[in-house]
């Protein structure tokens, strides 16, 4: 008998995993064991998908807000606040994005004052006025520092890295 997508949405919540919260992965896992329909499989993974997705987005802006909340010597020595400035590139980048252009990054406070945004094999160093980044993948690499910042070349660069590295 098939599963509506109704009674699979509700059955999602009951997978079994070791953890408070499943991951996408073992979601995916147990639309696969059911029997429900392919058009219904891929419909369930696009919703699943934007969610992820769309939550990745929130976690990221809040942790630009606790990142803007750090005060000098916040890695036990001497490091900088990072200045507003800088928040707001960073900011400026994550609202032009699409949520699936920023699945694989994170972001952290550097000790030099800047923002880094991170993914394998790849960082953006993000300040007020300029930024660098490299890419590396196998035996190929990218690389640009100094850059001028302005919320295009910001934008293109990281959509530069996605492509390179996908």
């Not at 369930?44 to 929130?58: A, F, I, M, N, S």
């Not at 400026?92 to 030099?112: F, G, M, Q, R, Y």
């Not at 590396?136 to 990281?158: F, I, S, V, W």
Request: with cysteine.
């Amino acid at each position: 008998m098939a599963h509506s997508v109704a009674q699979s949405q509700m059955t999602i919540d009951t997978i079994p995993h070791s953890t408070s919260k499943a991951t996408f992965d073992d979601v995916m896992g147990y639309l696969h064991s059911i029997p429900i329909s392919f058009p219904t499989k891929k419909l369930l993974y696009l919703q699943l998908r934007v969610e992820v997705e769309v939550e990745h987005l929130r976690m990221l802006k809040e942790r630009l807000k606790e990142i803007a909340a750090l005060k000098e010597g916040w890695d036990g020595f001497d490091a900088p606040p990072i200045l507003n400035a800088t928040i707001k590139n960073v900011k400026k980048l994550i609202d032009a994005c699409k949520a699936s252009e920023l699945t694989e990054w994170t972001v952290s406070p550097n000790t030099n004052g800047t923002i880094l945004l991170e993914r394998k094999e790849a960082a953006i160093s993000i300040a007020s006025n300029k930024f660098s980044y490299y890419a590396e993948q196998e035996d190929r690499y990218m690389e640009a520092n100094h850059c001028e910042y302005t919320p295009g070349t910001l934008l293109k660069a990281l959509l530069d890295i996605n492509s390179f590295l996908n």
